[in-house]
Nanobody, 117 residues
Framework: QVQLVESGGGLVHTGGSLSLSCIVSGINSSDYVMAWYRQAPGKQRTTVARIDTRGNSEYADSVEGRSTISRDNAKNTLYLQMNNLKPEDTAVYYC???????????WGQGTQVTVSS
């Protein structure tokens, strides 16, 4: 069984920071493109940041300059450091692992991030 378990969400004031983690089991995450998504109530799930198997990363415009995605393949863990948080960052944040070869797509259960004004 494959599991992606997110942690690190919580309540933070505007301008604060959070560090999210995603611990992967059942697969070797080094073989997968990893990403963070988020979904606010009543809205579509959108990509926050993505990091490929070579360590190349990309970010949504809304978080560019405020977030850093990283991965530790030895620990089978994905991270998202979020700084200068804004109320519009409030959402459930999901960890994702994708492998095009087998077209497999795994999701975590999500962790709630709430940014208060």
């Amino acid at each position: 069984q494959v599991q992606l378990v997110e942690s690190g969400g919580g309540l933070v004031h505007t301008g604060g920071s959070l560090s999210l983690s995603c611990i992967v089991s059942g697969i070797n995450s080094s073989d997968y493109v990893m990403a963070w998504y988020r979904q606010a109530p009543g809205k579509q799930r959108t990509t926050v940041a993505r990091i490929d198997t070579r360590g190349n990363s990309e970010y949504a415009d809304s978080v560019e300059g405020r977030s850093t995605i990283s991965r530790d393949n030895a620990k089978n863990t994905l991270y998202l450091q979020m700084n200068n948080l804004k109320p519009e960052d409030t959402a459930v944040y999901y960890c994702n692992a994708f492998n095009m070869r087998g077209y497999v797509n795994y999701w975590g259960q999500g962790t709630q991030v709430t940014v208060s004004s």
